[in-house]
């Protein structure tokens, strides 16, 4: 059973829509720069409502940002958290802690889609120049998410789904000028911190799969998702 109609949504009804064992939970706050509190509580009241009405276990996408520090969690991030602790303390929940996720969505809140069109439009932006993100196709995601989940309870109930390694915010501005071949009018803050996301146990169940997290994986999945084939 598939919860939710958005690109997690879409990318796991192939394999998890009819699926009788287990309910994906992919509804909920999409803008991670959420703050209302109403948003939020919609969020709350329908996992609780599907916690409590299915007999299977529910999977939650999580966040690999509510592992910073407590006292520098967005209201989004507090609320994420949150939401993990209803769905580990529900028999067999797991949660899936996902980074930036990067798919053909129209999405204007996603980190990638926001570069594309600050630099396409010549308009002025901030980056944080100490900052990293970590980037993954939802393609990926979904193939690595369907061992992690088939392999039942020898899995941890809270496992990350993330590239080999986070890149430098000024990086990611430099990759996406390469790709759109134009200059992004952006200043850069001394502002920001390294991001350290655990992924080992996804970076080996990618390669067991030919997916190639390490070096050079940012570059590739902006080309995928941003490059010139994508305006033809």
Known sequence: MIVGNGLLARAFAPRFADDPSVTIFASGVSNSMETRASAFERERRLLEETIAQESRPVVYFGSCGVADKAETLTPYMKHKLAMEALVVASPGGRVLRLPQVV?????????????????????????????ERNLIDIEDIYAIATVLLENGPREPAVL????????????????FERVLQRRANCTIEDRGQALTIDSRRAVAVAAGLGIDLGPGYAERLIRKYYGPQQCA
């Open 103 to 131: 798919g053909s969505t129209h999405n204007p809140h996603t980190l990638t889609n926001y570069l594309r069109d600050r630099i396409i439009a010549g308009e002025v932006f901030s980056v944080w120049g100490r900052a």
């Open 160 to 175: 990350s789904i993330a590239a080999a390694s986070s890149t430098p915010m000024p990086e990611i501005v430099a990759i």
